[in-house]
T-cell receptor, first 112, second 112 residues
């Protein structure tokens, strides 16, 4: 999984609680991305950031929030407003859209 | 919404056979990428083909791109059990933003 890490690998939360997923990269990449993966639906983009202190909503940003205070870090918060948060979350980084993306190992979030 | 759509979605082959999967997209692109995902893991980049390229090889992988038909194919030759994975195509320039759009993935099972 290269120089991008996600923690924890498995996360369990009660409904109504906010939870923050960590994503760190040491690849010196400007761009970072958060995807959600559900069975049979491929990857859907939640948020992405092309530079520090800037980020854009993806296709399914509702109920999620991010920050990009450091180049290396792009944490994702799953808020209680997210209706169906149980999923596999993947973080990626890259030099830009014309280049490959490097993915972390993923965090599997289960909310009950 | 997903731009890339792989076809067929599930493929089961014997070790040593070739595996071919297709991807179609709807809008003009700068490049198309293929990724592999082993079960429960992050995605790994396989190959990137630019819109002005028609064919690209990497080891046992061969990718073709037909921009007139807005389609791409990934061929894995002499498959191995270790090739068992899901394969995704991803395209850029979908919204004109700096992001990739992923297809739903092709599940390939190579039987030893």
């Amino acid at each position: 999984d290269g120089g991008i890490t996600q923690s924890p690998k498995y996360l369990f939360r009660k409904e109504g609680q906010n939870v923050t997923l960590s994503c760190e990269q040491n690849l010196n990449h400007d761009a970072m991305y958060w995807y959600r993966q559900d069975p049979g639906q491929g990857l859907r983009l939640i948020y992405y950031s092309q530079i520090v202190n800037d980020f854009q909503k993806g296709d399914i940003a509702e109920g999620y929030s991010v920050s990009r205070e450091k180049k290396e870090s792009f944490p994702l918060t799953v808020t209680s407003a997210q209706k169906n948060p149980t999923a596999f979350y993947l973080c990626a980084s890259g030099a830009g859209v014309s280049y490959e993306q490097y993915f972390g190992p993923g965090t599997r979030l289960t909310v009950t | 919404s997903q731009q890339g759509e792989e076809d067929p979605q599930a493929l089961s082959i014997q070790e040593g056979e070739n595996a071919t999967m297709n991807c179609s997209y709807k809008t003009s692109i700068n490049n198309l990428q293929w990724y592999r995902q082993n079960s429960g893991r992050g995605l790994v980049h396989l190959i990137l083909i630019r819109s002005n390229e028609r064919e690209k090889h990497s080891g046992r992988l061969r990718v073709t791109l037909d921009t007139s038909k807005k389609s791409s194919s990934l061929l894995i030759t002499a498959s191995r059990a270790a090739d068992t994975a899901s394969y995704f195509c991803a395209t850029d320039n979908f919204y004109g933003n700096n992001r990739l759009a992923f297809g739903k993935g092709n599940q390939v099972v190579v039987i030893p």
